[in-house]
């Protein structure tokens, strides 16, 4: 049995993430990791399901032991992988996948190098700042500095294997998903000579993306 993919999913707050993998796991089985914060919950999270909610001295006293996959500090707050069931899933040939900012995508980048990236983009900045504002769970303050952080965010997303946009929902869960299939053909070595070919377009999107990214968000 070949050992299950660790997909990591980056994009600023606002993106879009959770949705794409909410609507994505409908059809495909997939371990989510629920992490480790010391934020506090907004009005409906549920602790041990949208993540652990922990005090400060919780979270380093886990940095310490090293169960933590990976960690990082966003906006005032530690966010962090519990390092445990990542592990005993992908053993089992799981799919695992890890929503995350960009420093945690990065330090999963050089331990775990099999890793894949996959960074998601709303269609333009504006709509950013829509989607955060429609939110409605944070005051102004918040709003502007995950805007700021939006920014940093995107300055690494050469970094990343692939490139989702989130425009229209449904075109953004098949691009995902198609980059989940080929990423789970390459690494168990069953890549067809078409799947190749596809993958080399995927790659070549990727591209083309980011260089649109930047010049809508970093110019
Ligand atoms: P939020 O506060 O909006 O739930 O999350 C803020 C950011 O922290 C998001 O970009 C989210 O992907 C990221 N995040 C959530 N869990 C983790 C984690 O375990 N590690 C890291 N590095 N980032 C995380």
Redesign the pocket.
Known sequence: MSKGILLV?????GSG?GTILGEYSKDHPLYF?V???T?AP?PGEIDGV??HFISREEFENKIAAGGML???Q??D?Y???PRDKVEEQTAKGVNVM????T???M?VRASCPEAVLCFVVPPSMEVLRHRLTRRGTEDEETVNK?LAQALN?IRLIDRYDFVVINDALEDAVADFAEIVAISQAAASGTLSPEQQAQLTQMKEKSAALKATVKKEFLL
């Not at 890890?98 to 900012?101: A, F």
């Open positions: 999913l980056s994009g600023p707050s993430k990791s992490s480790n914060t934020r907004r949208h993540y990976e960690y990082a966003y906006c707050n966010y962090g992988t890890l929503d995350i900012e420093q945690g995508a330090n995950r965010e």
